[in-house]
């Protein structure tokens, strides 16, 4: 199975992702790649794509990840409808009880005036 992903070129703090298709099986670093089908650099958020050849492959069954899905569409480029999005991640705390904002608020006191 095909799956469409990103590849990371670039140096140390300075990634530029290559988008390419391989197999599934196959690491993202492994070099076999069926095709190279765009680029995307995250500190510019400069995106280039070949639209036709990305559309064939996912006519064709192959698999976006998460993350070029999301480049994808930001770009117009339609997701099959067999194309699943993955679940929005909720951040839950996990003792809630204990943050300062659920505590009840203190009473300010007020000190008695002797006459």
């Known amino acids: 199975m095909l ?16 988008i390419v298709v391989q197999e599934s ?3 993202p670093l492994s070099g076999r790649v069926v095709a190279e ?3 995307y650099n995250p500190e510019t958020k400069k995106t280039t794509l070949d639209k036709e050849k990305v559309e064939f492959y996912l006519k064709n ?9 999301f480049v994808l569409e930001k770009n117009g480029i339609e997701l099959p ?18 943050l300062r904002k659920n505590q009840p608020k203190e009473e300010p006191v007020e000190e008695a005036q002797e006459a």
């Open 81 to 98: 409808k067999w194309y699943k999005k993955p679940a929005q991640k909720s951040a839950k705390a996990k003792h809630a009880d204990k």
């Open 61 to 69: 069954g192959a698999k976006p990840s998460s993350r070029v899905a």
């Open 37 to 39: 089908v765009g680029n």
């Open 25 to 27: 099986q196959r690491h």
């Open 3 to 18: 799956a469409i992903r990103m590849q990371r070129n670039g140096r140390v703090h300075a990634p530029v992702y290559r």
